[in-house]
């Protein structure tokens, strides 16, 4: 039976205060309660052909491996060249900041609200201007857009063509219309800023982790292939 010392304590994690005499008593009913059933359970055999069980049992086996599979620290000169391998990983992604002018297709159709974009659009590259969403309509989220990534882009405006568009566009001038599942838009991009590689000495924790959870990873492959090796595997009415 596990230690009364042990279980008070759980309690409290759980519940936020040690038990009192009468919940602890209890606890204890319940383990009792259910010791008895799992030992006259096993008597019969019951955790047999029960996928639940079988389940259960494995994962608590694996995790018993991980716990097991701690990789030695990095030898120097080893993270460097890990991080050298997946470099592509820590690369951050470009950003774009940008104003906006849009034009819905609910008022006069598709058509008509591409043609007033266009004529805005001309208007605006003579006024050199950097802003005017007053020149559209209203637009149901911002006009002005400060460092969005590709990911954030996609999901401010879905998978479109002003979605692509965005970071293809020039900077400081006025391009488009481009299409969204919104409508048209015209957009004036204020930066455009390409992906970072951070170096080492920046993110070297964060690496660290990842290369320490990498090498985890290969220990409990290796130990899993070195267990199934002591396993003969047949597969009935398999050709394999």
Known sequence: MLPT?????????????????QEFQGLLDLY??????LREGMALNLENDDEIVRRRIAQKYEFLQTDLAVPDPPQAGVLESWFERN?????TPERVSFSQVYFSA??????AARIRAMKVLAELRKQRTARAPERGDPFPGPSDVDALTPEEVARLFGQSVLSEQLFKSPVAQWSGPFRSGFGWHLIYVTACLPGVLPALTDIRER???DYMDDERRTLNARAYEKLRAQY????????R
């Open 32 to 37: 009792v309660r259910e010791e008895i059933f």
């Open 207 to 209: 690496v660290l982790t």
């Open 106 to 111: 609910d008022k006069e159709g598709d058509e």
């Open 232 to 239: 003969s595997i047949r597969y009935d009415g398999d050709d």
């Open 87 to 91: 470099k592509l990983s820590y690369v």
């Open 5 to 21: 010392v042990y279980r008070r304590q759980v309690y409290k994690r759980q519940v936020g205060h040690l038990p009192t005499r």
